[in-house]
């Protein structure tokens, strides 16, 4: 499994980790923006969700239930309560 935190680091790390000998099994997104970053590789690169990789964000925005397939969502409070 991997954690990727920053849109900039899932646009251009994620290649480099699918094309290592052993690519994870399972991405936690640190936010839904870099949510949209792995999706949008997986997807040129034909790998399957949930099929070869399993996917869980941090951040539960509103426009993740349209993801398709559907994908795990987490919300993550803030010292403030929101």
Known sequence: MIAVADSATGANCIGPIFDAEKPPTAI??????????????????????PGEVAIVSIDDVAYTEFYEPS??????HTANGN
């Open 28 to 49: 936690v997104a640190g936010n839904d923006l870099v949510l949209r970053e792995i999706l949008s590789y997986l997807k040129k690169q034909k790998i399957s969700i």
């Open 71 to 76: 994908i795990t969502t987490i919300k993550a």
